[in-house]
């Protein structure tokens, strides 16, 4: 009996000790596998603070929105539902990515009046753009045909002012404007990608009117083809699919406020189907005389000029066949000539350049645009044509007279 009273209770200490070892290794690696990088979300940080950046970011621009229709005392007939309300703010994981590239118009510091020519396509812009985006009420009883277009493109030679084009029309407008990149809506998970897009236009709902802008947007929503990845053919249409479809109107059958505008340089790139809900398309071509004029005014108004040596006409003739960046980068080159010469000359007299007065710097002068050896291959040209047709004038030619540098070289490059 002793015996067995005996096994049986060292049996019960055995298995209670079982059992006390099994309880203690589970809690103990339960800890530990919860204290590993493993057990949590690696993009958790990543996420959160996407969603704080964007929500301040959101709230800033619905207090800056609220303090404007306050302050609006044309009579106008708000709509109170388009403002950002305080709910709108709970957004999801894709919300607040999107949310980021949010850009409140009173920090785009380009208007209209900072583009140089382009009057005829501003002008149409407004009628047939801001207006109707900005003052749907307006329109909407007047006809349903005269609401803002679902989607506008600008396209043509690259450095013509397309981009700028975009940021003034986001000002002017007052709306609120999606700077949508291409490495927004490119996820490494598979599915991630549409939910971004879908984000896009969720959140284009709560802000409207909104203007999402894709710049190239050829790279994005280009020609579908059988051979393309699945992931780029799902995008492209679930994009079209809450652009202008089933879910692109509300159960009123009323327009949401969103336009979306795109700008490229390769319109031939661009499926027949994003074309087609782009209605509105604006070509950007080379400037022309007088807006090359317009142009050198504005990238020149602050800077100092040699008014005895300076010639705007003429450069205007040889710059026929640039682009508006190429004017730019022109003009930033003939602005250092001065600079240059000034600083080399205190340094051959051993002056110290901390002393210097500023003022002292000659003004630009016409010359100063044709000695730069790098770029400019077009002035250049036009310079030299120039130069070679006054050595060959006869002696009693006015010596005011210049090549007449049509737009040729403009319109062979459109």
């Known amino acids: 009996m002793g015996d067995g009273a005996t096994r049986k209770y060292g049996l019960l200490q055995d298995l209670l000790l079982i059992v006390v070892s099994s309880f203690s290794m589970y809690y103990i690696a339960k800890s530990v596998v919860a204290s590993l990088p493993l057990g949590t979300d690696p993009e958790k940080e990543q996420h959160e603070q996407a969603r704080v ?94 609401a803002a277009p679902s989607g506008v493109l600008l396209y043509g030679p690259p450095g013509c002012g397309k981009t700028m084009l975009a940021k003034a029309l986001a000002h002017e407008s007052g709306a609120c404007f999606i700077n949508l990149h291409i490495s927004t809506l490119t996820e490494k998970w598979y599915g991630d990608s549409n939910k971004l897009v879908r984000a896009v236009f969720s959140l284009a709902r709560k802000l409207q009117p909104t203007i999402v802008f894709i710049d190239e947007i050829d790279a994005v929503l280009g020609q579908r083809r059988s051979g393309e990845h699945e992931a780029s053919g799902m995008v492209k249409a679930e994009f079209m ?36 809900r782009m209605p509105k398309k604006f070509p950007v071509s080379l400037p022309s005389n007088s807006q090359r004029r317009r142009i050198l005014n504005l990238i020149l108004k602050d800077t100092k000029i040699d ?48 002393g210097v007065n500023p003022e002292s710097v000659r003004g630009v002068r016409t010359e100063d645009f044709f000695g730069r050896k790098g770029g400019g291959q077009i002035l250049k040209d036009n310079h030299a044509r120039h130069s070679h047709k006054q050595t060959q004038k006869k002696p009693e030619a006015s010596s005011e007279e210049y090549e007449d540098f049509d737009d040729e070289a403009a319109e062979s490059m459109d």
């Open 53 to 146: 950046k964007a929500t301040a970011n959101l709230r800033r621009l619905g207090i800056s929105r609220g303090e404007e229709d306050s302050e609006d005392e044309s009579g106008r007939n708000t709509d109170s539902s388009r403002r950002p309300r305080k709910e709108d703010f709970n957004l999801d994981q894709y919300e607040s990515q999107i949310a980021m590239e949010v850009v409140a118009p009173e920090d785009i510091p380009v208007g209209f009046d900072d583009i140089g020519g382009l009057d005829d396509i501003i002008e149409e812009l407004k009628e047939s753009v801001i207006y109707p985006l900005t003052m749907p009420h307006l329109y909407s009883q007047s006809s349903s045909l005269l």
């Open 307 to 354: 008014e005895d040596n300076f010639d705007i006409e003429y450069l205007t003739r040889v710059m026929a066949g640039m682009s508006g960046s190429d004017i730019k980068e022109a003009c930033r080159d003939a602005a250092m000539v001065p600079v240059r010469e000034f600083i080399k000359e205190q340094r051959e007299r051993g002056v110290a350049m901390s």
């Open 241 to 276: 699919t809450l652009w202008d479809g089933l879910t692109s109107a509300n159960a009123a059958g009323v327009q949401a406020c969103i336009m979306i505008l795109g700008a490229t340089n390769r319109i031939q790139d661009i499926d027949e189907a994003i074309l087609r």
